[in-house]
T-cell receptor, first 113, second 113 residues
């Protein structure tokens, strides 16, 4: 079945460092891909999305490109801030009638001043 | 504010007790889902609904029941709580179509002792 694999954390960075969180997926069809962010004590918020190959999603300085050839959707940010400290989830929607989301295990990002 | 509302935010149950986690959305979303979040396992789908009167099982449905009598509400029932059901529960909703991400509630932290 469809699945999402993302790098294990925690990822610890200094402020203004470059961030990459790897995400790869397995899917039989043409899924949409998402990154969600969960700040401490809160629910998940949609960070960005891409619906087809070569699409780039972007929001709040974060970017991810839908790479069908490598089945990847890596999250990047050029200069992280302390306020970016959170858990990041990669997810896919299989596009079927149920619109179900399948999540990776999440990656904790800790940014130090 | 429009969104997904979950109640209660925190709950402690004794083994064998029953309870209902409430979820309501005011965005007229057709799709609603319940997920549980456990350390190192990401979010796993418990039950989902594609519209009023229609529900189906997700990845981990055992021990949980749902119903969808209205578009707005999607309660999750624990019939006989077990310590293995200690988790954080999230309700989410969305419009049809794989390109739309889900809107999540703020979660219910449940402890079964």
């Amino acid at each position: 079945g469809d699945s999402v694999t993302q790098m294990e954390g925690p990822v610890t960075l200094s402020e203004e460092a470059f961030l990459t969180i790897n995400c790869t997926y397995t899917a039989t069809g043409y899924p949409s891909l998402f990154w969600y962010v969960q700040y401490p004590g809160e629910g998940l918020q949609l960070l960005l999305k891409a619906t087809k190959a070569d699409d780039k999603g972007s929001n709040k300085g974060f970017e991810a490109t839908y790479r069908k050839e490598t089945t990847s959707f890596h999250l990047e940010k050029g200069s992280v801030q302390v306020s970016d400290s959170a858990v990041y989830f990669c997810a896919l929607s299989d596009g079927g009638a149920t619109n179900k989301l399948i999540f990776g295990t999440g990656t904790l990002l800790a940014v130090q001043p | 504010n429009a969104g997904v509302t979950q109640t209660p935010k925190f709950q402690v149950l004794k083994t064998g007790q029953s309870m209902t986690l409430q979820c309501a959305q005011d965005m007229n979303h057709e799709y609603m889902s319940w997920y549980r979040q456990d350390p190192g396992m990401g979010l796993r789908l418990i039950h989902y609904s594609v519209g009023a009167g229609i529900t189906d099982q997700g990845e981990v449905p055992n021990g949980y029941n749902v119903s969808r009598s209205t578009t707005e509400d999607f309660p999750l029932r624990l019939l006989s709580a077990a310590p293995s059901q200690t988790s954080v529960y999230f309700c989410a909703s969305s419009y049809p179509g794989q390109s739309e991400g889900y809107t999540f509630g703020s979660g219910t932290r449940l402890t079964v002792v």
